[in-house]
């Protein structure tokens, strides 16, 4: 992955105000070099075991989970309070299943890129796990609309669902 710098202060300041903007301008992900082949292997079957668990866990498949979630993203950002219910319901039994925000880049953003010829199951990976740690995040930062791990994952989703 390389790093443009800013050609001038307009850039800096949509970077710093729209993190999807800060995400493609400012990165370029280069090819997924061969000798990484293996560990993207072992991390998407890693994942898989996870979200078999996790559907298991929730008595859902991905489709109804990635449904519910669209309903509880569009609540919330319409400043609907429905959202806090399946929040409060779904927080319990999805802690933990994302690792961290390194994950959601790699499944959202890094392999989507880098590995063009399987984008497109990359980024239905992408959704599922944008989506889960999208809710555990509102379940940690709800009072604060502004928040950066929100603005994130905001875009975030936005780049796995738009592609």
């Known amino acids: 992955m390389i790093q443009r710098a800013a050609p001038d202060e307009d850039a800096v300041e949509r970077w710093q105000t729209d993190e999807l903007a800060h995400l493609r301008e400012r990165f370029v992900v280069r090819p997924l070099p061969a000798e990484f082949d293996d560990l993207a292997g072992r991390a998407l079957a890693e994942w898989q075991d996870r979200e078999n668990t996790l559907c298991s866990r929730l008595g859902m498949t991905p489709e109804a989970f990635l449904s519910e979630f669209e309903k509880l993203r569009e609540d919330y950002l319409s400043g609907r309070q429905e959202w806090r219910h399946t929040v409060a319901s779904l927080s319990p039994k999805i802690y933990g299943a994302v690792r961290n925000m ?3 880049n790699l499944f959202s953003w890094v392999l989507p890129n880098a590995d063009r010829e399987r984008a497109e199951a990359h980024r239905t990976i992408g959704r ?8 555990e995040l509102l379940s940690k930062h709800e009072s604060d609309d502004e928040s950066l791990p929100l603005r994130k994952i905001e875009a975030r989703w936005r780049l796995v669902s738009l592609a």
């Open 102 to 104: 390194d994950w959601v």
């Open 128 to 135: 599922m796990v944008v989506a889960l740690f999208y809710v």
